[in-house]
């Protein structure tokens, strides 16, 4: 029996740190993967901080013989029709921390960085907290048509009897807001751009084909559990897209359809008011998994 790692599902907490780490030495990859498997015992357990910990895809298929074939880090910029981008910022490895307040997650973020600083540099870091208990910083309802905790870890996570079973793939974006662009919008303008009402996240019968629910409709690309939160200052910030999925394709196939890349060019609006400044994607192991490579 394979389980997935707990925090990706741990919902309810009010502090996040995402930080994102590169390997000091090419090839000292075995020695990152050890130190970052070692972090999750037992400080899973202590002061109520939730670590989610992943890996570059590829680095973790040259450790893990029953690794899942075909995953690919974010190599490659996505760029749309008309020149919009989405960055390829791809790193070796990934620490979400997620706790109930800043302090806990603050000081395990601190003793994580030190645990690997001898094998691994902190290459992006991000702190995240709740707007209006359930909104994005665009002021609307972000996670309505997430699958509820009792169908998403059978949607979203590797099954029993498949190569990297208990793992899932965890695609990772920091988006930057326009956001006096879009305050500039009136509220039924917004509506058309999401393809939801802004109070109580009703989906629009006749949502444009460039709102953004209808380029990432998930009967069209299959389901993924989303955990996106706020992030930044009063003066610069925006959502960090946090995506699940058993299967890149829906993730990839998403990004496509946002940029304009499939259906005779339709860019998703929001990137009108959106712009992405990091994309990667990490592979995160099933517990048992993680514990094997720790040598433990
Ligand atoms: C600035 C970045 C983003 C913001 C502010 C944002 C916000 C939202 C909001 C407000 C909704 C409607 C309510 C809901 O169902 O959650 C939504 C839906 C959704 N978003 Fe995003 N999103 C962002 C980026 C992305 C990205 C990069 C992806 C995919 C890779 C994505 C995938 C989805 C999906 C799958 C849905 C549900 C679609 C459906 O109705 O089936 N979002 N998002």
Sequence with gaps: MSTS???????????????????RRPGAT???????ASLR???????????VAGFRPELWRELVPDAPAGIEGFNRD???PDGYTMPATQHDAVL????????????M?????????AVASVAEETSSWPYRHDRDLTGF???????DLIDAPELVVIPEDS????????????WCHESSAWESLQVARQEQVIGRTKDESVELDDKPPESHVARTDQDRFGKIFRRNMPYGTVTDHGTMFVGFSADQRPLREMLESMVGLTDGGVRDALTLYTRALTGAYYFIPSTQSLRRCSGD
């Design 30 to 36: 075995r020695e990152l993967a050890t130190a970052v």
């Design 78 to 80: 996505i760029v749309g």
């Design 96 to 107: 979400w921390l997620s706790g109930s307040a800043y302090d806990v997650v603050f000081d």
């Design 109 to 117: 973020a601190r003793e994580a960085i030190a645990a690997l600083d």
């Design 163 to 174: 190569a990297g079973a208990g793992g899932t793939i965890l695609l990772l974006q920091k």
């Design 41 to 51: 015992e037992p400080r899973t357990t202590m002061g109520g901080v939730n670590l």
């Design 141 to 147: 309802i972000d996670g309505t048509e997430n699958p």
């Design 5 to 23: 790692q707990s925090g990706i599902f741990a919902l309810g907490t009010a502090s996040h740190a995402y930080l994102e780490f590169d390997a």
